[in-house]
């Protein structure tokens, strides 16, 4: 027994000594990357911006903070060959150990997404360190500036634009699935676009000095890839066409103008709705059949419209079904028209329906689809009206 | 105060086990090997008053609380008697009216043309000169000394060899109160006291059936303390109440002074941290451990009891469990459940995060964490390892300390741990909070089993600042392996869930209805084992209409 037990000792002993603990790392030894950003130097280099926490100015515990006087996150860029070249050069100057565990954003600038995608975001996939969770962005300018930009409600810009793309509010992919997108034949990858916006006017003088600039960050719409290389970008109103096309996000507001009085308007609250998309193919053209039913409840009601007689809802539904189909007229006519890239899934699909036609097709399938006729049904139905069947405060 | 003379059988059985050579340091100097039949220090009493006195003297010299009472017999003056007590241990008002009276005042008591001689003296005096309960004559002079020192009082005959042991026990005690370290908000109060004969007279008010047995021995050489096993004939297993005697016999120590000493010598495991004895001093719990098939063994001197044999799940076991709804019952046992997680994992799991898996923690989370410990010089392993350590000493002197400090260091714990090392920057704010969750989850299982988590938290929270994750779950697949391979006396300690019984399951993280719970747990054997009716469970009679 005590032989047992002087082992026992030893053996936990050793284990204190022995193991050295080499992956253990105290939080002060950290520097917690929140955002990264790649850009494309001129001379053809990697730029790594990452966004650095600084913990000492996040709030926590006793007294306020240091917020509002001095930035909570410390941006800092390195140049390489390639990424973790990059990464190899910015450790030098960072004196705690890089953690990318917690990263929430990978923003690629203009140059580098239009240079060509894979080469960047490989470092991202084959490291177990950094997740494939993270949000990729594009921005029209450089990824720097995305990350230098500062946020009113958040400690950190990206922790702003993190929640900014959870919200889906427009689109918002991660790196997993912008992977799959970018894997997948017969389709394009697209990535939500960030802009910097100057509010340096609303934020007044309580909490900054007046004389500083600041730049937020919002989200403009999309970023249009073909392949691994930026085709351009798509704006808010397209994007929602986009989104109704793609039957991903079948939700959002849309405003039909009134029937009887011109100048005022309606809010619909698209609560559900689903995208069918049937491919058709007779030999030579192809062109698809999509039909998009929505549903929605009004919401805002400027007009007087009697809105619970049947006739009214009936031309209110029409109006919605025609302002869909405007919307997603407009994205198809970019997407079609403009960029010639198909990144509605049309490819998937009709690879679904006719698999013995899509090994001809699948190599020119860009073009094909360009020149493929689409037709758009839209069913629109107005469930509800909230808690008012009147307008408000009129008179009986 | 009644005492059974039930001591000197004991005592003999108890003498028949050790033949061994052990009695070096025992006060009276016994002689070994001897065989059943005969009394141990086989000296008789002499038909001489005085040279029994004398002997009585000799052997209880320098006890200045003997008193020797010599007086005369009533009846006939050339009768002489001496009454031998221990001053404070008996009853001074029965021995003056019950004893001293009647036989100095009242003698004259007797039946026509009776003659008193002194060698018919005892058989006379016995039948109707003594009005108390109980009376044992014995002519062996070990009996008689052990008597006075047990409380008896003693009263010699000149002129007849033998003494009449007269049960007049009587000291003071503490009465009977609110039990102290086992509180419940519903169910009885009071507690066991340091009397055993209090004690069993508590068990056998909850339970008044003639199979409620209750065994008397002696252990101690020096100290000769009264053990009391009780047990339920019919419910208990016949081989666990063997194995208690054997182990109980098998002891040969000088002094038990509390049930502890006993619990030490009778465990299965005595190195293991888990404690596999229950010790308890609320009557209601030791009567629902013998209804369920256990055996108490009570100890003088002590208001704690032991019961055997003990499983692991019964730490979380409160009896206000059975008197509250089964619902509530239930919740507050997977409330314990969880904390004795908490207060076993908690501070390990915080480590391991915090210096090895970064990640598993939301950004937020960290990011606050991380402002915390900006300042904090230490590693979290050493920081988290000390404050759990200044928490025990906290918690130690909150025991120890006299009551009139206990306000001085409360103040000073709180202000000066909680606060002050915060505001410092010495700890982080979080860490603090942690080892408060931690030290309170203590507190809401038994105490017995808190202690054995405690003592295990500090070695698993090496391996947490070692290892990692790794090394917090190779601790806990430690200690359940050991656990698992404990046993309290015979019965697996993780029963009824390791050999999983799952009737037993009904009476573990959650407390079904009484009328659910048919069958008693299963022990070793399972004698008896209907416990409820079937079909108890109570409705509203049938609607009035419908008949």
Redesign the interface.
Known sequence: ?KKL?SCLLLL?FM??IL?G?W??????E?A?V?GAGIDRTPDGQVMLTLQL?K????????GGGARGIEPSAWVVSGTGKTVLDAQKRLATRISRSI?W??S?ILVFGEEAARYGIRRYIDFFLRSPYS?ETMWIMVTNGEAKDILEAYSEME?TSA?DIANLARSRTGYSVNLKDFTIMLANQGTNPIASRIDLIDYSINSGGLTRAKSVMQKGAILTGTAVFHDETLAGFLDESETQGLLWLRGETLKGIISVSSLTEPGKEMSINIIRGATEVQPQYDGESVWFDVKIVIEGDLWEQQSGEEIMERQVRKAIEEEMAGEVEDKVRLALEKVQGEYKVDILNFGESFHRKYPKVWPKLKDSWDEVFAGSGVNITVEAHLRRSGLETKRTSEKE | MRFIKFIRRGMSGRRKSDSGQQDNGSKNQKKENLTANQEPRNQDLSSDLQTNLRQIRAILSECSDVIYREFDFAQDERIKLALVYLDGMVDKTRVSDQIMHSLMLDAPLVEQGEEFTRTRVFAIIKKRLLPIQQIEETNNLDQVIDAVLAGDAVLLADGCACAVINDAKGWESRSIEESQTELVVRGPREAFVETLRVNTSLIRRKIKNPNLKIEAMKLGQITKTDIAIVYIKGIVSEQVVTEVKERLNRINIDSILETGYIEELVEDNPLSPFCTVLHTERPDKVAAQLLEGRVAILVDGTPYVLTVPLLFVEAIQSPEDYYERPMFSSAMRLLRWFSMIISLLAPSLYIAIITFHHEMLPTALLLSLAAQRETVPFPAFVETFMMEFVFEILREAGIRLPRQVGQAVSIVGALVIGQAAVQAGLVAAGTVILVALTGIASFTFCYYASTSIRLLRFPIMVLAGTLGLYGVICGVLAILVHLATLRSFGVPYLSPLAPLNTGGLKDVAVRMPWWTMLRRPRLVGMVNPQRVARGLKPAPPPARGKR
């Open positions: 027994m037990l936990i284990a204190g193991s603990c992956s253990r790392k105290e939080l002060s950290l917690i929140l926490a913990p000492s100015t996040i709030t926590g515990g006793w953690y565990a917690h929430a997740r400690n922790q």
